[in-house]
Nanobody, 120 residues
Framework: QVQLVESGGGSVQPGGSLRLSCATS????????MGWYRQAPGKQREMVAH???????NYIDSVKGRFTISRDNAKNTVALQMNSLKPEDTALYYC??????????????WGKGTLVTVSS
């Protein structure tokens, strides 16, 4: 059973920083693309950033220059450094990973989310 567990959420004032981390566990053969999504109240879930196993990165336009995604392929973890946070970044942030386990095809897994609140 594969699990993704996020940590690092919290409350911060506008302009502040937070670092989200996501750890994986289970019988993992390989981890492909990893990413972060978010869902604000009353809005659809949206992709924030993702990074392939080869290091290719994409960001949603609204976070470019402020957020940095990184991964540790040896530990199968992914992190999101968030700087210059804005109130509109307030959301539940989810970790996502495409993972191959022993004897299966690539499956998309989600964490349960970590809340980020940006408010003065």
């Amino acid at each position: 059973q594969v699990q993704l567990v996020e940590s690092g959420g919290g409350s911060v004032q506008p302009g502040g920083s937070l670092r989200l981390s996501c750890a994986t566990s289970g019988s993992i053969l390989s981890v492909h693309t990893m990413g972060w999504y978010r869902q604000a109240p009353g809005k659809q879930r949206e992709m924030v950033a993702h990074i392939t196993s080869g290091g290719s990165i994409n960001y949603i336009d609204s976070v470019k220059g402020r957020f940095t995604i990184s991964r540790d392929n040896a530990k199968n973890t992914v992190a999101l450094q968030m700087n210059s946070l804005k109130p509109e970044d307030t959301a539940l942030y989810y970790c996502n990973a495409a993972i191959t386990t022993y004897g299966t095809v690539i499956t998309n897994y989600w964490g349960k989310g970590t809340l980020v609140t940006v408010s003065s």
